[in-house]
């Protein structure tokens, strides 16, 4: 379980007369539960991923907490980290190292003994459809090849908690649809906490369980992809969104356009 409570962050942007200070999360709440798969949706500037960061320890809230399976993870870093697996936006793989050895290098950081992580590896490799890549280079790999990897590798450690920042960006569409399946059996068959951001609105109504809609670095409505179009009173879920992320007057503009 992923719990944020009263999460702010602030940025300067610009230098002297020209700068500015952007909130970028501001005093957020939010909680992802075990056993389910949590849409985190939102315009571009909304906070998405500098919430994300602090999650995952990359950044330092300046006020709040965040608890990782109830691990603070400002005062208890190392261990709160141990039980999170970060698929971000740049995945950085080692170009001249085999999906294998990439796979393998991050579970030896993480502690694992050779052995266990090339168990790991092996295992990984058959959930995700991978094993006729684990002993090629990574350099050359297509989008999906190395989304496929960098998956395996931030669960190397069997995490208990997944955070994926834009997975599907670049993906066609089957590799989309086995990124999919491989999460539903990670939370229908072992329980994990994801979080799963993105801006596509077909990928939240396909995946998420739950979902929190961020504008302004702050939380503007929570609930299942149902109740929030429920409350709205739209059967589109994108046109939803659009009202609950900028406004009733964002509509009526389209409309006017």
Known sequence: MIEVRGVSRRFVQGRGRAARVVQAVDGLDWQAGDGRISGLLGPNGAGKTTLLRIVAGLLEADAGQVRIDGIDVATQRAA?????????????????????????????????????????????????????????????????????????????????????????????VQATRALREGLRRLRDEQGKCIVFSTHLMQEVQRLCDRVVVMAHGRAVAEGTVAELCARTGDEDFERCFVRLAFGDDALAAEGAA
């Open 80 to 172: 709160a980290l141990a039980r999170v697996g970060v698929l971000s936006d740049a995945r950085g793989l080692y170009p001249r190292l085999t999906a294998r050895e990439n796979i393998v290098y991050y579970g030896r950081l993480h502690g694992l003994t050779p052995s266990a992580a090339q168990a790991r590896a092996d295992s990984l490799a058959r959930m995700l459809q991978m094993e006729p890549l684990l002993e090629r280079r990574t350099e050359g790999f297509s989008q999906g090849e190395r989304m496929k990897t960098a998956l395996a590798r931030a669960l190397v450690h069997d995490p208990h908690n997944i955070i994926l920042d834009e997975p599907t960006n670049g993906l066609d």
